[in-house]
């Protein structure tokens, strides 16, 4: 059994700041890239950033140089800290590891249950 908790949401004013984390635990033998994922009201969900095991990392173009991505591969944890923030980064926002839990499983991807993001005045 593989759990992704993430934890960080809120409501915030246009121009704050929040922190999101999402720690992964059960029995997970290794994880390979993790992210986060969006979606807004009446829209599909979109990758907002990435990351891999060794921290090379990818972001949508509409969060560049505002929102960043980082990881703890020892307390199999992401994180994403979101600057500047806009309405329209108003959304709930998806953990996703891409892990293992034995050889004979692979890897395979895992999502969390979600975390809402409000940015409003």
């Known amino acids: 059994q593989v759990q992704l908790v993430e934890s960080g949401g809120g409501l915030v004013q246009p121009g704050g700041s929040l922190r999101l984390s999402c720690a992964a635990s059960?029995?997970?033998?290794?994880?390979?890239?993790m992210g986060w994922y969006r979606q807004a009201p009446g829209k599909e969900r979109e990758l907002v950033a990435s990351i891999t095991r060794g921290g090379i990392t990818n972001y949508a173009d509409s969060v560049k140089g505002r929102l960043t991505i980082s990881r703890d591969n020892a307390k199999n944890t992401v994180y994403l800290q979101m600057n500047s923030l806009k309405p329209e980064d108003t959304a709930v926002y998806y953990c996703n590891a891409f892990l293992m839990m034995a050889v004979s499983t692979g890897f395979r991807y895992y999502w969390g249950q979600g975390t809402q993001v409000t940015v409003s005045s």
């Open positions: 059960g029995s997970i033998l290794a994880i390979d890239s």
